[in-house]
């Protein structure tokens, strides 16, 4: 069945730097969802990816979808304190359920 | 609008004991989810429902059971709970399935000792 796989699954980074977490799916997508979960919180959606190549911004968030469709990216400028949670990728094949990545854990030192 | 609501939140149950999880949601979904969370392996399909009336399974569907005799409810439900069954549930909800966001209630932690 559809894989999907996330790295790093930690991340700890200074505020201000910057931070990217890769997902990868075993199979090719018809499109790709991300969610952050704050601790302790549920996972709140964040995005959509449909097409080949296409790239998104939301404020300081960049994603990004593989000419491939078969992984993507987010990319964090800046970190602040208010990006600490859990980033998750899900992998939508047609006509099948959403396959959630494991997730990446980011940690901002103030 | 409440969103989706699970109740309980907590709950400690023996090995062997049985309960049942509830979700509702009033944005008038089709779809509707149960997930379960484990350190390190992200979220995992348990059951979903594609409408009212009708059930399908997951990834991880085993000891579990649910039922959706209302669009707006989704009942989990462990028969006889076992250790292994130790996680965080999440239940969400979407429109439809595809490109449809979900939207998850704010989880239910439960152990079995």
């Known amino acids: 069945g559809q894989q999907v796989m996330q790295i790093p699954q930690y991340q700890h980074v200074q505020e201000g730097e910057d931070f990217t977490t890769y997902c990868n799916s075993s199979?090719?997508?018809?499109?790709i969802q991300w969610y952050k979960q704050r601790p302790g919180g549920h996972p709140v959606f964040l995005i959509q990816l449909v097409k080949s190549g296409e790239v998104k911004k939301q404020k300081r968030l960049t994603f990004q979808f593989g000419e491939a469709k078969k992984n993507s990216s987010l990319h964090i400028t800046a970190t602040q304190t208010t990006d600490v949670g859990t980033y998750f990728c899900a992998g939508h094949n047609y006509g099948q359920n959403f396959v959630f990545g494991p997730g990446t854990r980011l940690s901002v030192l103030p | 609008n409440a969103g989706v609501t699970q109740t309980p939140k907590f709950r400690v149950l023996k090995t062997g004991q049985s309960m049942t999880l509830l979700c509702a949601q009033d944005m008038n979904h089709e779809y509707m989810y149960w997930y379960r969370q484990d350190p390190g392996m992200g979220l995992r399909l348990i059951h979903y429902?594609?409408?009212?009336?009708?059930?399908a399974k997951g990834e991880v569907p085993d000891g579990y059971n649910v039922s959706r005799l209302k669009k707006q409810n989704f009942l989990l439900g462990l028969e006889s709970a076992a250790p292994s069954q130790t996680s965080v549930y999440f239940c969400?909800?979407?429109?439809?399935?595809?490109?449809?966001?979900?939207?998850f209630g704010p989880g239910t932690r439960l152990t079995v000792t």
């Open positions: 969400a909800s979407s429109y439809y399935r595809g490109t449809y966001e979900q939207y």
């Open positions: 199979t090719t997508l018809s499109n």
């Open positions: 429902s594609v409408g009212e009336g009708t059930t």
